[in-house]
């Protein structure tokens, strides 16, 4: 097996292959001058189980257009079998057509990885997992959801957070929440959040809990606009709860989410390194690469 991480994974690739006690094989990579990309693999993978490793944020077009390169060149040179790890996909969330006339993102992606060559596609805390689950079966390439939630949950209670009421800030997650909770050993509830597919604007009902004093912790997938987690945040600082941690697998943080974190009340923030980012604290290296070991 090869581990060859991409150029917007290089430190969580070497990561990964360390873990496996193997010598990443890096790509020659650069960027010319008009933003086209350059790809070279040094040594011959003819014949070898390649494993690319590229996450997809931020910047996702252009990752997503290496990672391709990458998987089809692999193809190209003779490898027997294309792993793609990509601890984060984007576009996942554009699961179906939501609107009439909607493009299927995250259909049209899959089909790209597969047409390039990967047999095989890993995923990391995938937005909807019911919604993968019916786009694989129109695919041959095999696609494996992994999550992060358990690693996440062991950082958290090594840091003051055992016994923390675990809150799902909708009921997308709310079933793997509930799962976490059991680890966390704090309950468990979710709110509601409903979004205009219009405007993109989305609205959260936040139920009464007896949280007073008590320590918080809300799980999802993503925080980008930083927008889910501040009305969670609110919502539950308005009710008295204590410390209240924002937790997510892959942090996409645009300008000014920081400070709606902070403003809220957030008293800790926590990613993954599924993509660099000022919260990474978790790393998924660990995870994948036991992954790979059963594969
Ligand atoms: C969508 O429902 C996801 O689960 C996240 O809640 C969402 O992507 C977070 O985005 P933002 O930080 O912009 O609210």
Redesign the pocket.
């Known amino acids: 097996m090869i581990i060859s991480p991409g150029p917007a994974s290089v430190v969580l690739g070497e990561a990964i292959a360390k873990e496996l006690g193997l010598e990443p094989q890096l790509l020659s990579h650069r960027l010319f001058p008009d933003g086209e990309t350059y790809i070279r693999f040094p040594e011959s993978v003819k014949g070898e189980v390649v494993v690319l490793v590229q996450t997809t944020a931020p910047n996702p077009d252009r990752k997503l257009m290496q990672l391709l390169i990458m998987a089809r060149t692999a193809k190209d040179l003779g490898a027997s079998r294309i792993i793609a790890v990509i601890p984060y996909l984007a576009y996942a969330?554009q699961d179906k057509r939501f609107l009439d006339g909607e493009a299927m993102s995250f259909d049209i992606i899959l089909d790209l990885l597969e047409s390039a060559g990967v047999n095989d596609t890993v995923l990391i805390d995938v937005?909807n997992e019911t919604a993968l689950n019916k786009i694989s079966e129109e695919h041959e390439m095999r696609i494996h959801n992994l999550t992060a939630i358990f690693y996440l949950a062991d950082y958290l209670k090594e840091n003051t957070y055992k016994g923390a009421y675990s809150l799902s800030?909708?009921l997308?997650?709310s079933e793997l929440v509930e799962k976490v909770s059991k680890v966390m050993g704090g309950g468990f509830s979710f709110f509601m959040?409903v979004?205009d597919r219009y405007t993109g604007k989305?609205t959260m009902k936040v139920k009464n809990l007896d949280l007073e004093g008590r320590d918080v912790v809300i799980f999802?997938?993503?925080?980008?606009?930083?927008?889910?987690?501040a009305r969670a945040i609110q919502g539950l600082k308005d009710q008295g709860a204590g410390k209240v941690a924002a937790v997510c697998t892959h942090a996409l943080p645009?300008p000014g989410?920081n400070e709606k974190l902070k403003n809220a009340g957030a008293d800790l923030i926590v990613a993954t390194d599924s993509v660099e980012s000022i919260y990474e604290t978790v790393s998924v290296a660990k995870l994948v690469a036991n992954f790979l070991k059963t594969i």
């Open positions: 969330r937005h800030p909708d997308g997650r959040k979004r989305t999802d997938d993503i925080i980008s606009s930083g927008g889910t987690m645009v989410a």
